[in-house]
């Protein structure tokens, strides 16, 4: 659904769960007015799961506004999510277009998350956003966009053995640290 302003309504997935692990493997998501997919819950929660070998492309594409939407966010507004595994994914916005690929750690935060053997492909913006995350393991992963954005200081990190592929001359690897990251 589309509003009128570059606030696309409409996401992919928008998963919550009060319970259990969710497994949420092979989907492919395209194209939405929102975000590709949420891994959390305004006023419920969503505990933790296991995310592996999904594609997410263009999300926010369809309002045309340059301005891309994330494509994956993981983060609860009310409860930290515990713990988080997303492997084997692959997130795509084209590189002239202003959108982030992947934000974990929105509002209250996750306890643990594990980023391995993801691509993460183009967008303008930030590959990782990395936010209200305790401890966070990412390795494996290869970047052909503007890198990882850390933006916490409370977090434990193992950030090593990605690959990052320069796209353009001002590329780095790393966005604003506000914490000690290993590479």
């Known amino acids: 659904m589309f509003d009128g302003t570059t606030e696309g309504k409409g996401h992919g997935m928008y998963l919550e769960n009060s319970a259990g692990y969710s497994k949420v493997y092979d989907n492919i998501v395209l194209n939405n007015f929102g975000n590709g997919t949420q891994l959390y819950g305004r006023t419920a929660s969503f505990v933790g799961g296991d995310v592996q070998g999904n594609v997410w492309a263009n999300s926010g594409s369809p309002i045309g506004a340059g301005v891309r939407h994330q494509n994956l966010i993981v983060g609860t507004e009310t409860q930290l999510i515990t713990d988080i595994f997303l492997k084997n994914n692959v997130l795509f916005h084209p590189m002239n277009a202003n959108g982030y690929n992947m934000k974990v750690g929105y509002g209250a935060g996750v306890g643990n998350a594990h980023v ?30 503007s890198g990882i954005n850390i933006q916490t200081s409370q977090s434990a990190f193992t950030i090593n053995n990605n690959t990052y592929y320069a796209t353009s001359s001002t590329a780095e690897k790393f966005g604003n640290l506000t914490a000690h990251a290993n590479q």
């Open 116 to 145: 391995y053997d993801n691509y993460l492909l183009g967008g303008s913006a930030i590959g990782l956003e990395i936010v209200q995350t305790n401890n966070i393991t990412a390795t494996g992963n290869k970047f052909y966009s």
